[in-house]
């Protein structure tokens, strides 16, 4: 009977473990994105780095003009004033990835940056 208590005791600690880990590993990370603010063609990022892993943006136009937002190869769509779009991207290595708005002449007037994934 103590046998099998024990036994019994160390697999529920072993799925405790493996659980959490489970958890820990899909973690999101969140950042929000605003466009046109301060100035009409800046970003502002929430977080200059995110974790390895899945990160959703949470993009918003402030600006006047219309602005999208692109990062790793994924891209929200064109952003009125005011609007507001999801954009979900998972970071399978660390590094320094670039992001713009893909305007014509909007990343050149400055609407671009650099989030680090550690």
Request: proline share 4%; with cysteine; aromatic share 8%.
């Amino acid at each position: 009977m103590k046998r099998a208590f024990a036994a019994a005791t160390v697999v529920l600690c072993a799925a405790l473990v493996l659980t959490t880990f489970a958890f820990a590993r899909s973690r999101v990370a969140a950042v929000a994105v605003t466009a046109g603010k301060p100035s009409e063609f800046r970003f502002t990022l929430s977080k200059q780095s995110v974790p390895k892993g899945p990160v959703t943006f949470a993009v918003t136009n402030r600006g006047k003009l219309g602005h999208d937002f692109k990062i790793a190869g994924k891209k929200t769509l064109l952003l009125a004033r005011g609007k507001r779009s999801t954009l979900k991207v998972t970071f399978n290595r660390t590094g320094r990835f670039p992001y713009l708005c893909t305007v014509p002449g909007h990343a050149a007037a400055g609407m671009k940056g650099t989030l680090v994934v550690k």
